[in-house]
């Protein structure tokens, strides 16, 4: 048995490929002006190996492709096309606390939408004592001040 099983280590079959890529959706900000630059940026990221569907919206300069896929191919890939491209930086609004602050608001961005910044306030734990202070003010209701 010895030498049938040494035999059989050299037919067996071996797969030597990674596990396949989870599925995920990516989001990418390119500008684009008109039906051509569309039409080029969509056919070269729907050529991909791995991708199901892409989404163009050209009045907010948003890609959004899904499948098995890397993130960063998919970037690349576009990029390959003479296009500047980035990962989508935008949140919607209502996300934010501070949308209007400095970080978070952008002129380009499309409307609804602001920069995702680390919020002014970092979440505090339930043991910390400055989350007492805050409570003591509401600024929605000026008459229901804690301390008076």
């Given at each position: 048995?010895?030498?049938?099983?040494?035999?059989?280590?050299?037919?067996?079959?071996?797969?030597?490929?990674?596990?396949?890529?989870?599925?995920?959706?990516?989001e990418?900000?390119?500008?684009?002006d008109?039906?051509?630059?569309?039409?080029?940026?969509?056919?070269?990221?729907?050529?991909?190996?791995?991708?199901?569907?892409?989404?163009?919206?050209?009045?907010?300069?948003?890609?959004m492709?899904?499948?098995?896929i890397?993130?960063?191919?998919?970037?690349?890939r576009?990029?390959?096309?003479?296009?500047?491209?980035e990962?989508?930086?935008?949140?919607?609004?209502?996300?934010v606390?501070?949308?209007?602050?400095?970080?978070?608001?952008?002129?380009r961005?499309?409307?609804?939408?602001?920069?995702n910044?680390?919020?002014?306030?970092?979440?505090?734990?339930?043991?910390?004592?400055?989350?007492?202070?805050?409570?003591?003010?509401?600024?929605?209701?000026?008459?229901?001040?804690?301390?008076?």
């Open positions: 048995m010895g030498a049938l099983d040494y035999i059989s280590n050299f037919c067996t079959f071996t797969s030597t490929r990674s596990k396949r890529k989870p599925m995920q959706t990516v990418i900000k390119v500008k684009m008109c039906d051509g630059c569309e039409r080029r940026v969509k056919k070269a990221v729907t050529t991909m190996k791995g991708v199901k569907t892409v989404e163009v919206n050209r009045k907010q300069s948003r890609i492709v899904s499948g098995y890397d993130p960063n191919r998919v970037l690349k576009v990029k390959s096309t003479g296009k500047r491209a990962f989508w930086p935008y949140i919607p609004q209502h996300l606390y501070f949308p209007h602050d400095s970080g978070a608001y952008d002129k961005a499309p409307s609804g939408f602001v920069r910044v680390v919020p002014a306030f970092p979440a505090s734990s339930t043991n910390a004592p400055e989350e007492n202070f805050v409570s003591f003010f509401s600024d929605d209701n000026v008459h229901a001040c804690s301390i008076m």
